[in-house]
């Protein structure tokens, strides 16, 4: 299993998507989830409205590559009509389309994205039972707003079926019930027919929390 670190490694809040806050989850050898707007004129890493000092996707990219490019980069695009600057700023770095991919554009965003050979995962919570453009996707988005609802059989399924999937730690919605989460799902692994190397690199854990899930998920 991969770990995508949430905006970071962190403790105070406002480390979040911070350059150093994501410099260290590399470090430690773990990929990261974060957050792309725009802001005048440059792609910038920012969940809520970009300002004039939010960290350059450029710079970001350049730390993930002296890293090593560790685990994966998920990108989730929070503006429309980026895709060619997004484009070129991956393609500064050769190869980089491989350890990236996008999430949470609208449809006919994504339908472009896709069409220009980007990584896509659609979305599928329980606000979205039916992930749009599901099998023209490489991987899916597994959200849990409300309850802990996300089916380990699906999980293994989509795996089967070639493609990855990434899984929401309930923490990221501020919900304490991430251990009995992480104890059913490994659970579920553990029985499950896949070989390690498939289950090693599709499916990944989005957490607040990459150091204690690492060492939890460790024996499987």
Request: charged letters at 25%.
């Given at each position: 299993m991969?770990?995508?670190?949430h905006?970071?490694l962190?403790?105070?809040?406002?480390a979040?998507n911070?350059?150093s806050?994501?410099?260290?989850?590399?470090?430690?050898?773990?990929?990261?989830?974060t957050?792309?707007?725009?802001?005048d004129?440059?792609?910038?890493?920012?969940?809520?409205m970009?300002?004039p000092?939010?960290?350059?996707?450029?710079?970001?990219?350049?730390?993930?590559?002296?890293?090593?490019?560790?685990?994966?980069?998920a990108?989730?695009?929070k503006?429309?009509?980026?895709?060619?600057?997004?484009?070129?700023?991956?393609?500064?770095?050769a190869?980089?389309?491989?350890?990236?991919?996008v999430?949470?554009?609208?449809?006919?965003d994504?339908?472009q994205?896709?069409g220009?050979?980007?990584?896509?995962?659609?979305?599928?919570?329980e606000?979205?039972?039916?992930?749009?453009l599901?099998?023209?996707?490489?991987?899916?988005?597994?959200?849990?707003?409300?309850?802990?609802?996300?089916?380990?059989?699906?999980?293994?399924e989509?795996?089967?079926?070639?493609?990855?999937?990434a899984?929401?730690?309930?923490?990221?919605?501020k919900?304490?019930?991430?251990?009995?989460?992480?104890?059913?799902l490994?659970?579920?692994?553990k029985?499950?027919?896949l070989?390690?190397?498939?289950?090693?690199?599709?499916?990944m854990?989005?957490?607040?929390?990459p150091?204690?899930a690492?060492?939890f998920f460790?024996d499987?």
């Amino acid at each position: 299993m991969l770990f995508l670190a949430h905006r970071g490694l962190w403790t105070a809040l406002d480390a979040r998507n911070s350059r150093s806050g994501l410099k260290a989850a590399f470090e430690l050898g773990f990929g990261v989830e974060t957050d792309i707007r725009d802001f005048d004129g440059r792609l910038v890493i920012s969940h809520d409205m970009a300002t004039p000092d939010s960290l350059p996707l450029s710079v970001m990219l350049a730390d993930y590559d002296a890293a090593g490019r560790p685990g994966q980069l998920a990108l989730n695009v929070k503006a429309d009509g980026l895709t060619a600057a997004l484009i070129e700023e991956l393609d500064t770095f050769a190869g980089m389309r491989q350890n990236a991919f996008v999430f949470d554009m609208s449809v006919p965003d994504t339908i472009q994205y896709i069409g220009k050979g980007l990584q896509v995962f659609t979305r599928h919570s329980e606000y979205e039972p039916t992930p749009p453009l599901e099998m023209q996707s490489q991987g899916v988005w597994m959200d849990c707003f409300v309850n802990a609802w996300v089916d380990p059989d699906a999980i293994m399924e989509r795996m089967r079926r070639g493609q990855k999937v990434a899984i929401v730690s309930p923490e990221l919605h501020k919900r304490d019930i991430y251990h009995r989460f992480w104890k059913i799902l490994k659970g579920r692994i553990k029985k499950s027919d896949l070989c390690a190397d498939i289950l090693n690199d599709n499916l990944m854990l989005c957490t607040d929390f990459p150091r204690e899930a690492a060492e939890f998920f460790k024996d499987l």
